[in-house]
């Protein structure tokens, strides 16, 4: 059964500087609603050249704060954005330091802030029902993380990638990035050439066995749902496929010639989301809102 939204006061807090293991700050928002009882927490990690302002990611902070959850958004410390440009990449020296062990680190670190006793918002959340949400290449941190942090018990992957190590060049390219130090990758969006240092290779290889998803995926003791769009041209539908096989407790939403981003631009200007975007978070909020040992019992095998 659906459970209907009602209008109520969403308080929003932006661009709060939350420290975290790697010197530069984690940019953070929070959603929640006037209701005054603990609330479900969804914390949402957003995908390569990606950052939380991206589209209609404030639009999807509104929806579950009026479904009655905690929503918490935040940039990467080493995303390339900067707390005075949180929509801008203009620290292209942290984005070329950045690699999956600090955005792990930092997604602990927002885990570990929210569930201080002293969070300043510590009554609005109910410590026993987190979800995460990751979009993309935040999709296999989330996947990740929910593996070894035994505080989530409900995890969604949006267009999620299944490895990590074959997005890496090989041979040629592989050396030539050796010999340099640096590769450059295009931003389409903004036309802007940002450095991989190869200390985003190494990084990679020191840490492989844990940076393998499938281990992860395979390791999930909690309900998984699954979203890719049919027409995903960033990251094939069979990298979801693989997420399916491997969990135990997992659930496939397939949404018909849904693109990436499930029809979202950036800049989002419009009043409401895409279409399939809007389903995507009805569908979301109806696994946020089934109980886990529901969801276990239905997607177990």
Not at 196 to 211: A, P, W
Request: aromatic letters at 12%; hydrophobic letters at 35%; charged letters at 30%.
């Amino acid at each position: 059964m659906k459970k209907k939204l009602k209008f109520m006061e969403i308080t929003k807090q932006k661009n709060i500087e939350i420290k975290g293991k790697h010197v530069k700050p984690i940019l953070t928002d929070i959603f929640y609603s006037s209701e005054d009882k603990p609330k479900p927490v969804v914390i949402f990690c957003h995908g390569y050249k990606g950052f939380k302002d991206w589209g209609a990611w404030d639009k999807m902070g509104e929806y579950f704060a009026e479904a009655g959850y905690f929503f918490v958004k935040f940039n990467f410390s080493h995303n390339g954005t900067t707390p005075e440009n949180p929509t801008e990449f203009l620290d292209t020296e942290a984005f070329g330091e950045n690699n999956y062990i600090k955005e792990l680190d930092d997604l602990q670190s927002m885990i570990d802030h929210i569930l201080l006793p002293d969070f300043n918002c510590a009554q609005q959340i109910d410590p026993s029902n987190i979800g995460l949400i990751g979009h993309s290449r935040g999709g296999g941190i989330v996947v990740i993380k929910a593996a070894e942090e035994n505080r989530i018990n409900k995890l969604i992957t949006f267009s999620s990638v299944s490895d990590f190590g074959e997005r890496f060049p090989e041979e040629e390219e592989l050396e030539k990035w050796e010999e340099k130090g640096v590769r450059y990758i295009l931003n389409t969006r903004t036309n802007q050439k940002l450095p991989h240092h190869y200390q985003f290779y190494t990084n990679f290889k020191e840490n492989e066995e844990r940076l393998t998803i499938s281990r992860a995926a395979k390791a999930l003791e909690i309900p998984l749902l699954i979203v890719h769009g049919s027409s995903d041209v960033a990251v094939p539908i069979s990298a979801s496929g693989k997420l399916f096989e491997w969990s135990t407790f997992s659930e496939l939403l397939l949404v018909e010639n849904a693109d990436h981003v499930y029809g979202i631009t950036h800049p989002w200007n419009e009043p409401e989301v895409s279409k399939d975007f809007k389903y995507v978070l009805e569908k979301t909020r109806e696994f946020m809102d089934t109980p886990q040992e529901e969801l276990l019992r239905a997607t177990e095998g």
